[in-house]
């Protein structure tokens, strides 16, 4: 069993950064690629990213590619997404997924989930 927590979220100012981290417990974790999805008000949860459980694979949707970055410690048992250059359509609540397929950004193949972090973006 993994459980995720998500930390970090918050208000920033458009073209602010700000970093999210994802805890999680289980002792296989290591084995799961992690994702980072967000749901904005009236919207459908999107994908933002995701990295291999080896570390050295990661992808971005295009609303984000080159903004943001996804990363993890395995020592830790934390994932992360530093954002930056942030725009006001990046608020939403961004979730922390895990999933035992490989390289996927769709939503139904994440079997773990966290309660979500709000990030709130002003102009």
């Known amino acids: 069993q993994v459980q995720l927590a998500e930390f970090g979220g918050g208000l920033v100012q458009a073209g602010g950064s700000l970093t999210l981290s994802c805890a999680i417990s289980?002792?296989?974790?290591?084995?799961?690629?992690m994702g980072w999805f967000r749901q904005a008000p009236g919207k459908e949860r999107e994908f933002v990213a995701y990295?291999?459980?080896?570390?050295?694979?990661?992808d971005y949707a295009d609303s984000v590619n080159g903004r943001f970055t996804i990363s993890r410690d395995n020592a830790k048992n934390t994932a992360y997404l530093q954002m930056s250059s942030l725009k006001p359509e990046d608020t939403a609540v961004y979730y922390c997924a895990a999933t035992s397929a490989s390289r996927t950004r769709s939503l139904t193949d994440y079997d773990y989930w966290g309660q979500g972090t709000q990030v709130s973006v002003s102009s």
């Open positions: 990295i291999t459980r080896s570390g050295r694979g990661t």
């Open positions: 289980g002792r296989t974790w290591s084995t799961y690629d």
